[in-house]
Structure formats: C-alpha cells, structure tokens
C-alpha cells in the first residue's frame, strides 16, 4: 500500500523560511517522478516543484527562486524548502508521486499523477 504523508507546515510571517516534508512508502522516491503541488481556497491545484530519478528539477515561475525540491534517497523522503514566504505562498501543500521516472507533458497537471498525500498547510500572514 503506497502512502505519502507530508508535515512541516506551520503559520508563518512574510519573509520567513519552512522546509515541507514527504515520507514515502511503498514506493521509493528514487523511482518515481516526485512533486509538490499546492491549492488554495477558491483555486485549482498546481505544481509547483518536480523532481526525476536523476535529481533534475523543474519550478514553476511563480516560485522559482525561493523554492528547492530535494530528496533524501535513504530516508525515502521528498522535501520542499520555502524561503521568503509571500501571503500568497499560503494553500494547502500536497505531496505527489508518478510511475515513471523522467518528465512528460502530463506532469505539470493533477493527472500526471498516481498517488498523492493528504496534504499539510502553510499559512503566510503579512
């Protein structure tokens, strides 16, 4: 049974750093094409960071530059460090997995995916 649960999110000030993270099992994240996806209230969910078997990433526009997705292959664990909080940064932070290893045009989108945690929020205040 695959299972991904985040934790690490918090409330947080404009301007401050927190580190989400994803632990993995029934799969490991060294073999899956992994994410972090984020949706507030009111909108769609969107990817925002992706990571392949080799380590290359991909961001998002809106967040490159402020986040890093990164792995820990031993721990089975997928992490997101957030630096420089915007209150618009706030949603709920969910944790994605994909069979396959490598980006396709699919895993920009929710339906790129098969397996997804139940989410951990962040919080940004102004």
């Known amino acids: 049974q695959v299972q991904l649960v985040e934790s690490g999110g918090d409330s947080v000030q404009a301007g401050g750093s927190l580190t989400l993270s994803c632990a993995a099992s029934g799969i490991t994240v060294n073999t899956y094409y992994m994410a972090w996806f984020r949706q507030a209230p009111g909108k769609d969910r969107e990817g925002v960071a992706f990571i392949d078997r080799t380590g290359t990433t991909r961001y998002a526009t809106s967040v490159a530059g402020r986040f890093t997705i990164t792995k820990d292959n031993a721990k089975n664990t997928l992490y997101l460090q957030i630096n420089n909080l915007k209150p618009e940064d706030t949603a709920m932070y969910y944790c994605?997995?994909?069979?396959?290893?490598?980006?396709?045009?699919?895993?920009?989108?929710?339906?790129?995916?098969?397996?997804w945690g139940q989410g951990t929020q962040v919080t940004v205040s102004s």
């Open positions: 994605a997995a994909a069979e396959g290893s490598f980006w396709t045009a699919c895993r920009e989108y929710v339906r790129g995916y098969d397996y």
